[in-house]
C-alpha cells in the first residue's frame, strides 16, 4: 500500500484529477490531503463533490486548512468576510451557485468532519499549518495554529541551516521536530522561495507547491519520496488569476 500526500488544492479540480491520474492511484493507496481544498480557482465545489466521491472507493484523510474554515462557515451562516472574498472566497461562492450545490448538506458535513491533524502509526504528523506548543501537537493551547502557524516552518528551515553547518547539537533540536518522526505541511507556497517542487526542510516536508497561485498540485509518496505533478495550475485555467 502507497501512502500519498497531496498540497493544498484551492479550487483546482482539473490539477487535482491529473496529478491523481499521474500518481497512477488505486484503491490500496491511502490519501492525506493537506487541507485548503478550495479558494483559488473556480471550480471549488466539483473539487469538493470530487473529494466526496473519492473518499467512497479510496482510504482518505482530510486535514482542514485554514479556507476551510471560512467556507465552512459560510455554508452553515452565510457568513464572509472581506479577507475571504479577496483571497479566493468570490470563487468559491460563485462556483457553489453556479453549480447549485449551495445546500448540499453533504458539503457541509465533509467541512464538518474535517480534521486537525493526522499522526500514522509511524509517528509521522500531517497538519495544515503547524502548532507552537514545545510538548507537541496533542498539547497546542491555541487551535487556530493547526490552521494559521508559520514558525514550524520557519523552525524547519532553520534548523536546516544548522545541520548544514554541522553544527547541530541535541540542544539545537527544535523541541517541537523531537515528537514526531516526519512532519508534512501545506499553507506556505513553495513558489514564494521560487520553488515549484516540495521542499524538505530537517525533518519537514513542505507540500504546498503553489496550486492557488502560479505553481503545480502535488503528491508525494512518503515512504519512497517519490512524487507527482500537475501541470502548471494558471494553464489549466487560462482566462483565470488565481490567488494572484
Known sequence: MRILVIGDIHGGYKALKQVLERANITSDD??????????????????????ISLSNT??????????????????????????????GGKETIESYITSGLITSQTHKDFFKKLQDYYIDDQNRLFIHAGFTSMHGVEKEE??????????????????EKVAEKELQSEDAIPMRFQHYKEIYIGHTATTNYKKTKPIKAYTLWNIDTGAGFTGKLTALDINTKDYWQSDFVKELYPTEKGRN
Open 30 to 51: 491511502k490519501l492525506i490531503f493537506l487541507g485548503d481544498y478550495i479558494d483559488g480557482w473556480s471550480e471549488a465545489a466539483e473539487t469538493i463533490n470530487y473529494l
Open 58 to 87: 479510496h482510504k482518505c484523510v482530510f486535514i482542514k486548512g485554514n479556507h476551510d474554515i471560512w467556507c465552512e462557515l459560510w455554508l452553515k451562516t452565510g457568513a464572509t468576510n472581506p479577507i475571504w472574498l479577496a483571497h
Open 142 to 159: 491555541y487551535k487556530s495554529n493547526y490552521y494559521w502557524d508559520r514558525t514550524l516552518w520557519e523552525s524547519a528551515l532553520l534548523a
